[in-house]
């Protein structure tokens, strides 16, 4: 089995949509009461531990508070300067009661508590107080979301420590419902066409303000659909659609071990909802036939995820496939016996 937590948008999505919606609350008090940072980076969420935190806000009386979407105590907890704590239970049976006891919380503590009251980035949205609908909050499924983080946090910090110019922090877009890191190249950007739902053109302008390459993970949130990884440039150079093969890239680059690049195209099958047994008999064709195993893909045209233009790849049904019998027996051994990624890779270098 993969290291990788697994993560399932029948069981999961109504748990996401939650979520999603409740860090929106948490990323529109920063937009109501901080001063505008450049990209927008003031308002996104920072992953941590538990789950994922705004950046401290000023209050009166020269405190500042912090507000955590805490996935392990399953409530946004609040914590102020002045030692004092409370939180909400995430479970609160509907968008609108969690709504109205977070800015009970926030009053009681004599902190902001105003904020633009309906959903960004996402179309037909209905008002936080009057989404009455009842919501469902599942304990397994938000500490699957939140392993998932924490297991992609490592790989998203490399990537982002690898580059010496302008980029951003490791952060979670609460818009859009994306964990997400972007490089800049220092260059001015045509102006964006805006037209983003839900989202003022002004800021989608300034946050595109400037030539950028992006790179993350969609969890889904309030849209039913398969998580995915995903990457785009802005404006997007010729030819960077067609470098979208992570594995190629990796081995191309030659900056870390081929086994590392392995493992990577295997997870990469995995996040994108590849099952494990399909994942898995393409990792073993990978390790025995290299670069000579080759599978087709179907470039998607770009699809509008929020405040981003995602464009995605699809496996196709195989055309050419070197020693087809071997790799359906390995399918066969795989769907018997479900051998973890150490039993395939030495399966795959032993003699056959």
Known sequence: ??????????RDHQTFALLHLAAQMLGKIRVAHAPWMNHGWHVALQPNARGLSALPTAASGGRTFTLTLDLCRHAIVLWVSDGSREEVP???????ALHRRLIDMLERNDLPATFNGRPNELPDAVPFAEDT???DYDRDSAAAFRETLAAMLPAFARFRAGFAGKASPVQFWWGSFDLAVTRYSGRPAPEHPGGMPGLPDRITRECYSHEESSAGFWAGGAVAAEPFFYSYAYPEPDGFRAASVLHDVAYSMQNRPPQECDR???NAMRCSGVSA????TMYYALLRFGRHWDFAVKRAKPVK????????ATTEPQVTVAAQQEIQGARDWIQRSEPSIEQIEQRASGPQ
Do not use: Q, T
Request: avoid cysteine.
């Open 90 to 96: 995430l479970n609160a049976g509907s968008v609108a």
């Open 305 to 312: 995820i929020g405040r981003k233009m995602v464009a995605r």
């Open 133 to 135: 609908a009842p919501r």
């Open 1 to 10: 089995m993969s290291d990788w937590p697994e993560l399932n948008v029948e």
């Open 277 to 280: 047994v399909e994942a898995k």
């Open 264 to 266: 990577m195209f295997y």
